[in-house]
C-alpha cells in the first residue's frame, strides 16, 4: 500500500499485493499501519498511488474481474470504476484522478465527491485551528511522536461545535447525572483514525495554509505536477447547508475546477447527518442542478428543490452514468476474518 516512500525498514512485504490472500492482507494492514502508525512517520500522500491499485484489485476480485501485477502501471485494470468519496478522501481522489490522467491511465469512469474540498480557500470553522500561527506547533507535537493521534482529531471537531458536543454532555452527564442518550452517528464518529506525521503536515500546510490543490501544477505527485482540469470524468459532488466542516460554498467553488459533466447537490443538515440520510427516512429536501454558475449563491436561487433524501438523486446519477454491471461472486463462499466491527475498534 504505502510501498512507495518507505524506509527499506518497515516497507511491507510484497506479499501484501497478493489477491488470493484476502484475510492476510487485512490483517497486516490494520497491523502495520493502525496499529503501529509510528513505522510511517515519513510516509506522504504519495501512498494513494498504490493504495487506489490495491482497493480497485480488490473491487476486481469481488466483482469477477481480472486483476494483474500491482507494479505494472500500464496493465493492472482491466475495467473502469465508479469510486465514491467522502471529506478528505474526496480531496485524495480528485488527486489520484488527476495524476492517472497525466498517465494516460483513465481508471475511474466516474466520481462522486462528499462534502469534499479541493479548495481551501475558506475552510470554514477549522480554520480556527489550523492557520499559520498554529502550525507550528502541531508540526512539533505529531513530529514528537511520528503520528497524529486519532483522538485529537476528534478532540478538534469537538471544540469547534463545543456548546453541542463537549458542554451538553458536562451538563447533562456530570451535572444532572443522566445517561447519554444513544447517538448512532456520534458513536460511529468517534472511531477515529490514526494519521503518519509526514502525511499530516504536508496536508495541511499545502491544501489549509497554501491552498495549492486548486493550482494548476501546485503540487506534485510521484514527480508529476497535479491539475484539477485534468478531471475531466463525470462528477457528482454533494455539499450540506448546515455543514461547519465544509462550507457549501467552498465546496461548489472546488466543483468550478473540474472539466467533466458536474452535477452538484445541496442537501440541508450539517457534515454527518447530510450525508448519512437513507431514503427511507424522509428527511431533509435537498437541492441539485448540472447548470454551474460562477457564483454559487445564483446557483442557490436556480437549483431545483427536491424532496426527501439525495440518496435517491445520487442513485439516479450512478445509473445513468454506469456501463453494464457485472455478476457479483457469491458472498456466501468468503471466509469470514471475524466478527464485526473487527477488534481494532475495540482498542480506540
Request: aromatic residues 12%; hydrophobic residues 40%.
Amino acid at each position: 500500500m504505502m510501498q512507495l516512500l518507505q524506509h527499506p525498514s518497515t516497507q511491507l512485504s510484497s506479499d501484501f499485493y497478493d489477491k488470493n490472500k484476502s484475510q492476510e492482507i487485512a490483517t497486516k494492514l490494520f497491523e502495520q499501519l493502525f496499529e503501529h502508525p509510528e513505522k510511517f512517520t515519513d510516509i506522504n500522500l504519495e501512498y494513494i498511488h498504490n493504495l487506489q491499485k490495491l482497493i480497485t484489485n480488490s473491487v476486481a476480485k469481488f466483482t469477477g474481474g481480472k486483476s494483474e501485477d500491482p507494479q505494472n502501471d500500464t496493465s493492472f485494470f482491466d475495467k473502469r470504476f465508479k469510486d465514491p468519496a467522502w471529506q478528505q478522501r474526496g480531496t485524495l481522489l480528485a488527486i489520484a484522478i488527476a495524476y492517472y490522467k497525466s498517465k494516460n491511465n483513465p481508471i475511474i469512469n466516474s466520481a462522486s465527491f462528499l462534502t469534499t474540498l479541493v479548495d481551501f480557500a475558506n475552510p470554514g470553522e477549522i480554520g480556527a485551528l489550523i492557520n499559520k500561527s498554529t502550525i507550528g506547533y502541531i508540526e512539533n507535537k505529531v513530529s514528537e511522536v511520528g503520528y497524529l493521534d486519532g483522538k485529537y482529531l476528534s478532540n478538534s471537531f469537538s471544540l469547534i461545535r463545543a456548546n453541542a458536543l463537549v458542554w451538553s454532555y458536562f451538563v447533562n452527564n456530570y451535572l444532572l447525572g443522566k445517561s447519554p442518550a444513544a447517538f448512532d452517528i456520534l458513536y460511529w464518529n468517534s472511531d477515529a483514525t490514526n494519521l503518519p506525521a509526514k502525511m499530516y503536515i504536508y496536508y495541511l500546510k499545502n491544501m489549509y495554509i497554501d491552498n495549492l490543490l486548486k493550482v494548476a501544477g501546485g503540487i506534485e505527485m510521484l514527480g508529476t505536477k497535479i491539475n484539477l482540469a485534468d478531471i475531466e470524468v463525470p462528477t457528482f459532488s454533494l455539499a450540506a447547508k448546515g455543514d461547519h466542516i465544509a462550507l457549501w460554498q467552498s465546496v461548489y467553488d472546488g466543483v468550478k475546477l473540474f472539466k467533466g459533466n458536474t452535477t452538484f447537490c445541496l442537501t440541508e443538515a450539517g457534515h454527518v447527518a447530510g450525508v448519512v440520510n437513507p431514503a427511507t427516512s424522509n428527511k431533509y429536501s435537498h437541492m441539485i442542478s448540472t447548470d454551474i454558475l460562477e457564483n454559487p449563491n445564483e446557483w442557490l436561487e436556480s437549483a431545483k428543490v427536491h424532496e426527501g433524501s439525495w440518496w435517491k438523486s445520487w442513485n439516479k446519477w450512478l445509473l445513468n452514468n454506469s456501463e453494464e454491471l457485472e455478476k457479483s461472486i457469491n458472498y456466501n463462499s468468503l471466509e469470514m476474518i471475524e466478527p464485526a466491527p473487527g477488534s481494532y475498534v475495540t482498542q480506540i
